[in-house]
């Protein structure tokens, strides 16, 4: 056995991330420094693993350029369990606040913070002053009205009082992770910054998944808009682009300082990044890891196999889970083709990866030795929120989700097409219809020439809520779908989004 150390990658956030997010940390960090008045809030949106933390760390750095700023790093996460998730973040900008190196600032910020802290509570409604302890003991007009200025009047003028004392300068907390927190944790934070802290002096940064938020919105208030929500709350939008990545040195720029084993692998994991994982910077830690494992077991055993055929599986089984079962399924059950279940029409990127790690086929055997192998590392995961991967298949999954679908679109009044199987139109959205094909369910407006065009497609096995959302707000679906076909095609956009 080789008594050779394996590199393991740790998923942790870069301090100083490249592939880009130096320059959109210091165009964030500028527009936080230079927005005027300093009451706004910016939001950056990215998905699972994106690099919302790293590029929030590339924020933080530029911010602490500027002796005018004072950077305040929040992990809501951390605090999931506490009671008022406001309180602990009060307290990091609390304990910040020497950082000012203002003696007098610094004791009006502690004052004004305690304040708040002593008279408002966070319930699972909006953030209100609670002036109950202040009652115990009242017993007479005077002292009641004490008790009712020091729970409702005094914190606002305390915080009011802070803003004239900052003067030019501003308090900008960078919260992180709010999206794993439970969605009263979500929205109660969300609240307290919007209705307590939404005053002069005080810029927010809130990194997290926008579709988590949303639906931690509509989970909290069922009958309201997530979106509208949102986009009264956060005044700065910015989504995680793709990385920008370079073969030679997108692994250094990824994770600095480490190495990979040879040229080769920085090849294949070049290839499984861009064309598999969508270059998203967590994925593509998780299958260095399971990738180099798997080497050192396929070694260790004396498995003949192509490295390049390892990395293809366990890139399948990270991005594409659900197909991913239906090919083991299909070599256990020895298919004479258990790869043809990879060529979709519908999944174009499927197909282009399939093409690129599994042409020309691979022997029975060696795909047969290597699907082992790759369940040894990890078992497709529960991707949508429903249905656990390992128990269903890819198609079980889109079987499932077109039922449910088929039964909103009825529910809202839509119709079949008499003319054409699987499309669905309503009578008050004559410029829209939905399409259910294969694997996506199609979003479509019709076009100037009377042509209809796409304007949002979504995966049946991946994004279930998101498609039934579109189909319960007509207005969301209008805005939607006119702005996707938009981007590509003259459409009817006045009729299409009223």
């Known amino acids: 056995m080789s008594s050779e150390l394996l590199p393991i990658v740790a998923d942790t956030p870069s301090e ?46 530029e911010l602490a350029k500027d002796p ?37 600032l610094t004791e009006k910020v502690r004052s004004a913070l305690a304040s708040v802290v002593r008279s408002v509570t966070i319930s699972l ?89 949303v639906r931690a919105v509509t989970a909290k208030y069922p009958h309201a808009s997530g979106h509208v929500f949102i986009e009264k709350m956060v005044q700065v939008p910015f989504r995680v682009p793709r990385l920008d990545i370079r073969p030679e040195v997108f692994l250094d720029e990824l994770v600095p300082g480490w190495r990979p084993p040879d040229d080769d692998f920085s090849a294949i994991a070049y290839d499984v990044a861009t064309l598999g994982l969508a270059v998203n910077p967590r994925q593509v830690k998780r299958f260095i890891n399971s990738f180099l494992l ?19 599986l366990v890139g399948l089984q990270l991005r594409w889970p659900a197909e991913y079962q239906d090919v083991a399924n299909a070599v256990y059950a020895e298919d004479n083709d258990p790869l043809a279940v990879l060529q979709s029409t519908d999944q174009p990127e499927l197909g282009r990866y399939a093409t690129a790690f599994f042409k020309p086929a691979p ?78 369910v199609r979003f479509e407006v019709k076009d100037t020439t009377g042509r209809w065009v796409l304007g949002v497609s979504i995966w049946l096995s991946k994004a279930l809520p998101e498609a039934i959302e579109l189909i319960d707000d007509f207005p969301k679906l209008r805005r939607v779908t006119s702005a996707g076909a938009s981007a590509t095609h003259s459409t009817i956009a006045q009729e299409a989004m009223t």
Not at 72 to 88: K, L, N, S
């Open 294 to 312: 798997l080497l050192r077991i396929a070694g260790v055993r004396a498995i003949t196999a192509s490295p390049r055929l390892i990395a293809g």
């Open 68 to 104: 005018g700023v004072l950077a305040v790093p929040f992990d809501a996460w951390r605090y999931e369990r506490a009671d008022h998730i406001v309180v602990p973040m009060l307290n990091a900008i609390y304990n910040a606040s020497p950082e000012l190196n203002d003696r007098k």
């Open 363 to 440: 022997r029975g055997e060696e795909l047969r030795a290597v699907m082992h192998l790759t369940e040894t590392v990890a078992q497709p995961e529960a991707f949508n929120g429903f249905y656990p991967a390992e128990t269903v298949s890819a198609q079980e999954l889109r079987d499932v989700a077109t039922a449910e679908i088929r039964a909103a679109l009825v529910s809202k009044g839509f119709t079949e097409s008499a003319r054409a199987a699987g499309i669905y139109v309503h009578r008050d959205l004559p410029y829209h219809r939905v399409r259910i094909a294969k694997t996506v």
């Open 125 to 213: 409604g909006p953030v209100k002053f609670d002036p109950g302890a202040a009652f115990v003991s009242v017993g007479d007009d005077e002292r009641y009205a004490d008790a009712l200025n020091s729970a409702y009047v005094r914190p606002y003028q305390d915080l009011h009082a802070l803003t004239g004392a900052l003067g030019d300068r501003r308090i900008v907390v960078l919260v992180d992770d709010l999206d794993r927190c439970s969605p009263d944790k979500v929205v109660s934070l969300l609240e307290a910054i919007n209705l307590v802290l939404d005053v002069p002096g005080f810029v927010f940064v809130l990194a997290l998944d926008y579709d988590v938020l």
């Open 16 to 61: 100083r991330p490249g592939m880009g997010f130096g320059a959109y940390g210091e165009a964030i960090a500028a527009a936080i420094r230079g927005g005027r008045p300093a009451q706004f809030t910016v939001g950056i949106y990215g998905s699972w693993g994106s690099g919302k933390s790293s590029l929030l760390n590339a924020v933080r750095v």
